[in-house]
């Protein structure tokens, strides 16, 4: 089995449509989907607010680099251009965990390294899997302790919206 949380974004063009091409993409390998976040942009970079939520798949046949792949297509048909790192984007997936792997290939790093600093990651994923713990810096810890870690403005910043990913809806 493999089973992947990915992190999803978005603060270009028709963002929640980029984030519904996921939740598509996806079909029946989705297990459960977290709510629509607007959140405050982190990493320094001056940009509009992004929508966020997180994904929870399962591929019983995808292995990590195959969940990256399915990543860069899905970027890809957002129409996704890299032009400053942590910079505005159409959309962006990152891999945030896959099953319990571990990987320092700076392709696919597993767990990714940032998501612990990330409450536009910790707060959907919550939803998802609220039993999830985290490896960090060498520490485990549950989700909720890595973001009482992190500030009260960094929380604040992620707010909940009556969106959905639900595809049946309309936007
Ligand atoms: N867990 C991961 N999920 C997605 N991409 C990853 C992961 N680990 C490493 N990468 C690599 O990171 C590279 C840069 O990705 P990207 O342009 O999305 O970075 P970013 O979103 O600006 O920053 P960040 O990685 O901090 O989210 C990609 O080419 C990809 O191969
Ligand atoms: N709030 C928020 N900020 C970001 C995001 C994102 O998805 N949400 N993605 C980034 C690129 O990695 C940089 N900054």
């Known amino acids: ?16 449509a980029h984030l519904r091409s996921v939740v ?4 029946s390998h989705l297990v459960a989907a ?14 509009q607010d992004f ?5 929870l798949a399962d591929d019983p046949a ?4 195959e969940w990256l792949d399915f990543a860069r297509a899905c970027e ?3 129409d996704r251009v890299r032009v400053e790192r942590w910079g505005p984007r159409s959309l962006d997936v990152d891999i945030v965990v896959c099953d319990d792997v571990v ?19 910790l707060i959907p994923w919550l939803d998802v899997d609220p039993s999830a713990t985290l490896e960090a810096d060498g520490t485990t810890l549950a989700l ?26 309309p936007t």
Do not use: K
């Open 144 to 169: 909720a302790d890595w973001l009482s870690a992190l500030s009260e403005e960094e929380r604040a910043g992620v707010r909940r919206t009556d969106m959905t990913l639900d595809t049946a809806e």
């Open 76 to 78: 890809e048909a957002a």
């Open 51 to 55: 929508l966020n939520a997180a994904l």
């Open 24 to 27: 598509t993409a996806l079909g």
């Open 62 to 65: 995808s292995s990590p680099r």
């Open 103 to 121: 990987s320092h290939d700076p392709e696919l790093l597993l767990p990714h390294p940032r998501a612990h600093e990330r409450a536009f990651v």
């Open 1 to 16: 089995m493999s089973r992947a949380v990915l992190s999803i974004g978005s603060n270009v063009g028709d963002s929640l």
């Open 34 to 47: 977290s709510a629509v976040y607007s959140t405050a942009p982190w990493g320094g970079v001056e940009q």
